[in-house]
């Protein structure tokens, strides 16, 4: 499995982009990058996940470099209720392998 | 909207006690999962299933035992409570293994 490495917090003033970074630097060519966040005892929420192109949808974007070694979410008009713990989780797309989270990055949006 | 529900938001139970958390998914997936969350240590897998009757170990299933009779229906079964395993417990289906995992609210669990 690919491991993933984030900032263990970040802070974010509310209504600015926030840029949430991860490492995942022994990716391999079959393994899809997902984010998913957790706000305060509610269970995992999914937001988006790519494979080697950037993705957009309505919560967030997701830009991945070139060598897909590491990838930032995008949240571009950060508001309150965006704080949460974010997981960015790299996981293949065949055989039986599991998601496995991390202990992710708690987001704080500052008003 | 795809629906995860678990049977119990809080639960506290005594040493030794056998407890069963359920799990119950409304949209025809194949894959559910249990996992427990525990501060500093993220979430970590116990056990899933891909079909009915079918299950395989996660990262930590040592203590607990799973049951899944039916499509929409994932139990996870404690044979004998301990202290340890008291933790916030999340269940999650996805249609695929790898497909998007959708999770439930959680229980959280105390064993006294």
């Known amino acids: 499995d690919a491991k993933t490495t984030q900032p263990t917090s970040m802070d974010c003033a509310e209504g600015r982009a926030a840029n949430l970074p991860c490492n995942h630097s022994?990716?391999?060519?079959?393994?899809?990058v997902y984010w998913y966040r957790q706000i305060h005892s509610q269970g995992p929420q999914y937001i988006i996940h790519?494979?080697?192109n950037n993705e957009t949808n309505e919560m967030a974007s997701l830009i991945i470099t070139e060598d897909r070694k590491s990838s930032t979410l995008i949240l571009p008009h950060a508001t309150l209720r965006d704080t949460a713990v974010y997981y960015c989780?790299?996981?293949?797309?065949?055989?039986?392998?599991?998601?496995?989270f991390g202990t992710g990055t708690r987001l704080t949006i500052i008003p | 909207d795809v629906k995860v529900t678990q049977s119990s938001r809080y639960l506290v139970k005594r040493t030794g006690e056998k407890v069963f958390l359920e799990c119950v998914q409304d949209?025809?997936?194949?894959?559910m999962f249990w996992y427990r969350q525990d501060p500093g240590l993220g979430l970590r897998l116990i056990y899933f299933?891909?079909?009915?009757?079918?299950?395989e170990k996660g990262d930590i299933p040592e203590g607990y035992s799973v049951s899944r009779e039916k499509k929409e229906r994932f139990s996870l079964i404690l044979e004998s409570a301990s202290t340890n395993q008291t933790s916030m417990y999340l269940c999650?289906?996805?249609?695929?293994?790898?497909?998007?995992?959708?999770f439930g609210p959680g229980t959280r669990l105390t064993v006294l």
């Open positions: 790519g494979l080697k």
């Open positions: 299933s891909y079909d009915v009757k079918m299950k």
């Open positions: 949209m025809d997936h194949e894959n």
């Open positions: 989780i790299v996981i293949s797309n065949f055989g039986n392998e599991k998601l496995t």
């Open positions: 999650a289906s996805s249609p695929g293994l790898r497909d998007t995992q959708y």
């Open positions: 022994t990716i391999s060519g079959n393994e899809y």
